[in-house]
């Protein structure tokens, strides 16, 4: 079955760096649309990146230029880094799949890890 596991998750001080990554296995990781969420109590989980199984990226306006989505198929692992952190960047981030490229497009992921909190200050 499809199993998604998040880790590097942290606490960070406002303009720092922080790489999470997230362990895919169960599934076709290169076939598969992926993407990073995030979540902040009291509203809805929005999409941050998003990478197809092409390669193609796409980010929220909020993290362009500042976060990098990327994976490594070899690896099963998906990685976001991200720089120059805010405030407003915190919450608890999860990796997402999908084997459909539409929804991966719209965001729309059936697969979920268990999430990796961060914290900026």
């Known amino acids: 079955h499809v199993q998604l596991v998040e880790s590097g998750g942290g606490s960070v001080q406002a303009g720092g760096s922080l790489r999470i990554s997230c362990v895919g296995s169960g599934f076709d990781f290169s076939g598969y649309q992926m993407g990073w969420l995030r979540q902040v109590p009291g509203n809805k989980r929005e999409r941050v990146a998003g990478?197809?199984?092409?390669?193609?990226?796409r980010y929220t306006d909020s993290v362009k230029g500042r976060f990098t989505i990327s994976k490594d198929n070899a690896k099963n692992t998906l990685y976001l880094q991200m720089n120059s952190l805010k405030p407003e960047d915190a919450g608890m981030y999860y990796c997402?799949?999908?084997?459909?490229?539409?929804?991966?497009?719209?965001?729309?992921?059936?697969?979920w890890g268990q999430g990796t909190q961060v914290t900026v200050s």
């Open positions: 990478i197809s199984s092409e390669g193609a990226t």
């Open positions: 997402a799949a999908d084997p459909d490229h539409y929804n991966g497009e719209v965001g729309i992921y059936n697969y």
